[in-house]
């Protein structure tokens, strides 16, 4: 099977690692990728327009895929998947329309309500808004705010505060980029990712995980795209995960496939495991990233043969997914700068830098002194242990043996799960 996977970050290093893994695909192709990814499939750069349906078109014609595996959010948005459809290709990434998911928060609340599931209330403020209309809808929430970009943010338009000034401060850039706000209550209780396959009305979940979104320590500084991941949840009951496919990832999956947006793909459920249960975030209509790259180092099904069924309708007859036991943590290695201005250029120097069990590489490129930092997500770690505490030790073990100047990373992913701090 020849695949070929769009986008150029941690996420889709963990994709081309999991598919290089499977004996069914013979051939591997990414665009536009980075250096990093040679190891594993043919590099296109020259294609680095992945929001662009033509382009995504021929290059996938060119090289006769039998299958396309989208990992970001912006080409599924702009209709790169219907685009491959109606020339015969199968893709893994649903349509423009069931990708309003993720690209309208708006829409997932209507989604959401008419599939009876819990989420945050919320209100939406158009650019352009009376002063005086910004002022009472802040009035109605808090003393927690949260401020999202109502536009496509990677998961990183969101502004999660108590103090009343940051909140409308948000409020007005967003507004200045000439995107919606949605204000939302703040929901409490820990946070899980649910990753699930769906095809129509078929949901097969991964396993669940959490991500850690705050750039420092305690979850104090910015929010960012996610500095850090562990899965599975050791406090999450046992029957939890199927508890969210019912009663949050079915109902959506009905919903969608009623207003004849059936969803192909993976959908993300980032939910708060609250008083009553999950209650919805955000859905995202891919992989999330840092996540995924815990997610799929336990993985044991070939990932090939996983994907391409969901993307040609088979998924209800697929064998249940297998995983390895024992936990997956990823941590991840940030440009100085990130999240806000993050430098670029730096030579990175580290024994493990060409081996994907180890390391990811997220935001690299190569210059005549070797591989440079790229992005503000430079690098992600992987630690896979017996034991929560084993896999973190292994991980914090990669990343300081790693160089890089101005570079920071958390140094409590997973640490309150594996002391045992965290219950519903
Ligand atoms: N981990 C957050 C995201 O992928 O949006």
């Avoid at 690098?379 to 890089?404: F, P």
Wanted: aromatic share 6%; net charge negative.
């Amino acid at each position: 099977m020849r695949i070929l996977v769009i986008g150029s970050g941690g996420r889709e290093h963990a994709l081309l690692t999991g598919l290089k893994a499977d004996p069914f695909v013979t051939d591997l192709h990414i665009a536009p990728g980075s250096p990093a990814h040679a190891q594993q499939a043919t590099v296109h750069p020259e294609y680095s327009q992945v929001d662009d349906p033509a382009r995504m078109v021929e290059l996938a014609l060119d090289i006769a895929a039998d299958l396309v595996v989208i990992g970001p959010e912006v080409p599924l948005v702009n209709g790169v998947a219907d685009a491959l459809r109606e020339r015969g290709v199968a893709v893994f990434g649903p349509s423009a329309s069931a990708a309003q998911i993720e690209g309208s928060k708006a829409f997932a609340k209507d989604v959401m309500a008419a599939a009876g599931v819990r989420t945050a209330r919320a209100e939406q403020l158009a650019p352009g808004v009376a002063e005086a209309d910004i002022e009472a809808a802040l009035d109605r929430f808090g003393p927690h705010f949260v401020v999202k970009d109502d536009g496509l943010a990677g998961g990183k338009g969101v502004v999660v505060t108590e103090s009343r000034e940051e909140a409308r401060a948000h409020v007005d850039a967003v507004h200045a980029a000439s995107n919606p706000v949605l204000l939302e209550s703040f929901l409490d209780g820990p946070e899980v990712s649910l990753f699930c396959l769906v095809d129509g009305e078929t949901v097969v979940p991964l396993l669940p995980a959490q991500d850690h979104k705050r750039a420092y320590d305690n979850d104090e500084g910015p929010n960012t795209g996610g500095m850090g991941a562990y899965t599975p949840l050791p406090w999450l009951p046992e029957d939890s995960v199927q508890r969210i496919v019912d009663e949050v990832c079915v109902p959506v999956a009905r919903e969608m496939v009623r207003r004849g947006t059936p969803y192909s793909g993976l959908l993300y459920a980032g939910l708060a495991w609250g008083m009553e249960g999950p209650a919805v975030v955000e859905f995202n209509a891919r992989f999330g990233d840092p996540e995924t790259q815990a997610v799929l180092s336990l993985l044991k099904s070939p990932l090939g043969e996983v994907l391409n069924a969901t993307a040609t309708g088979q998924l209800a007859d697929l064998a249940p997914l297998e995983w390895e036991d024992g936990y997956a943590v990823t941590v991840v290695l940030a440009a100085e700068g990130y999240p806000a201005s993050p430098r670029k250029g730096d030579v990175i120097t580290s024994p493990d830098l060409e081996d994907p069990t180890k390391i990811l590489h997220a935001g690299t490129a190569t210059s005549e002194s070797g591989v440079v930092s790229n992005g503000g997500r430079v690098l992600n770690v992987l630690g896979k242990g017996a034991t929560l505490e084993e896999a973190r030790a292994y991980a914090y073990d990669v990343i300081r043996r790693i160089e890089l100047d101005g570079s920071f990373f958390r140094t409590d992913i997973a640490a309150r799960a594996a002391k045992g701090e965290i219950s519903i």
